[in-house]
């Protein structure tokens, strides 16, 4: 029987296998760092994976959280358009937790937090009518389904590793995988061009739209955008369909407002301005009973333009930010004193 008091040393094979194990490690190490250094020579820099984990992580934090809180529901399109710290530097009574997951409606996130009692703080929602379709009502039921079944200590610790090598390392993107690599210059006898999109551990994201003018990814987001069915214009009778389907969400705004928190649905900037979308706008905002903030009416939003049509570019990220933060303390959605005017008046 192995004694208690051996320790991992023992347990490396002896003799010419120890040789070789630490060689193997070398040219491990050696390789990654090769990887590593090539990736970066060519533009690359460490983005974290964003998974059912890391929004689990996230939520988790909002659970926990002391300060007032505004959680940021909807898709890519509220990750590229909000920095969470700009946000809490404009409001610093608050926390701010990015919720939102690319490519699906956030009805179902929505209606989570307003089944948890412990949830009291203030909902900035991208809406739109292909969000509002019942059809794509539980499209983020998943990644709530993981955080409640399968959220625990052990995804927690796994996580937090995996993030704090992603967010600095290259390599450990699997998007600069040995696989990736060789297959891309057998194919075109050059290294691939750097993300156009770079995620962060709080799960916001900044997207350089200058690689998509300058290499491949141009074609890609072209038809990206033409497949994405927010950007289409609509009948009136689907109008109308997705305007009954969006009565949802009254109850989830009466349950967050009777706990002392808000709803904000928010129409995020686009460069093609269809007639339906802002139909559909009008007609949700007199039947809503969230606060509604229409890019088009904000200064600071409505100058914004989308190089693919309906993403922000991450040199506007803070005029966006402050823009909104501006349209939340106008209406009165927040507190507009600060973290220590709010802590003078609690003692």
Not at 113 to 121: E, I, K, Q, T, V
Request: proline share 6%.
């Amino acid at each position: 029987m192995r004694s208690s008091t051996s320790n991992s040393s023992d347990r490396i094979p002896g003799g010419p296998w120890r040789a070789i194990w630490i060689t193997s490690l070398i040219i491990v190490a050696l390789a990654l760092a090769s990887i590593e250094g090539a990736a970066r020579s060519h533009g690359h820099v460490p983005s974290v994976v964003d998974d059912p984990a890391l929004w689990s992580q996230v939520r988790q934090r909002l659970a926990n959280a002391k300060s007032p809180a505004i959680a940021l529901l909807g898709a890519s399109r509220i990750q590229l358009a909000v920095s969470p710290d700009e946000l809490e530097q404009q409001l610093p009574a608050y926390r701010v937790y990015q919720l939102a997951i690319e490519g699906s409606s956030p009805i179902a996130t929505l209606r989570e937090l307003a089944d948890d009692p412990r949830f009291g703080g203030i909902v900035v929602c991208a809406m739109n009518p292909s969000f509002a379709a019942s059809r794509r009502h539980e499209e983020q039921a998943g990644y709530v389904q993981y955080y409640h079944r399968r959220w625990s200590a052990d995804v927690l610790a796994n996580r937090m590793v995996r993030t704090q090598l992603q967010q600095r390392l290259v390599a450990c993107n699997p998007s600069v995988n040995l696989t990736r690599l060789a297959g891309y210059l057998m194919k075109s006898g050059d290294f691939p061009p750097p993300l156009h999109v770079i995620t962060y551990a709080n799960r916001s994201r900044r997207a350089d739209f200058s690689l998509y003018h300058a290499n491949s990814l141009r074609p890609r987001l072209e038809l990206e955008a033409a497949a994405d069915t927010t950007l289409k214009e609509i009948s009136e009778s689907a109008l109308e369909q997705c305007l009954a389907d969006a009565q949802v969400v009254e109850p989830m705004i009466r349950a967050i407002e009777q706990r002392g928190g808000a709803v904000v649905f928010v129409r995020l900037p686009s460069s093609q301005r269809m007639a339906s979308e802002r139909e559909f706008w009008r007609r949700l905002t007199a039947q809503t009973a969230a606060e509604t903030i229409d890019f088009e009416q904000v200064p600071g939003m409505a100058n914004l333009q989308c190089p693919d049509g309906s993403h922000i570019d991450q040199r506007d990220i803070r005029q966006f930010t402050w823009a909104l933060a501006g349209e939340l303390r106008h209406r009165g959605i927040v507190d507009p004193r600060t973290t220590t005017e709010l802590g003078a008046v609690s003692e």
